[in-house]
């Protein structure tokens, strides 16, 4: 599920785990949208809350980050559960 944790990364975190819990990803035959970067998006402007969000995703898939576990709780992140529906579910 796309995790409402999340005001910037939240389309970043579901195709990172979408890709993990694939054996093989594929180019698909249509076009499934168009990406702009116009500088007026919210992941455009490198904000400290888009810094944590991708930190959140880098402990998720198991990679290095520039945040503590601590620190990003201190936020309000659950690093280890996914918000879906106004609910908490565990990550598998």
Do not use: T
């Not at 890709?19 to 499934?32: Q, R, T």
């Amino acid at each position: 599920p796309f995790d409402e944790q999340f005001k910037i990364a939240g389309d970043f975190d579901w195709c990172v785990r979408a890709v993990k819990a694939i054996e093989k990803v594929k180019k698909a035959k249509n076009l499934g949208g168009i990406f702009r970067v116009d500088g007026g998006g919210l992941s455009a402007g490198g904000s400290e809350r888009q810094k944590w969000e991708n930190s959140v995703v880098s402990f998720r898939s198991g990679r290095e980050s520039n945040f503590s576990r601590e620190f990003l709780q201190d936020k309000g992140y659950r690093v280890d559960e996914v918000l879906y529906k106004g609910e908490y579910k565990h990550l598998v």
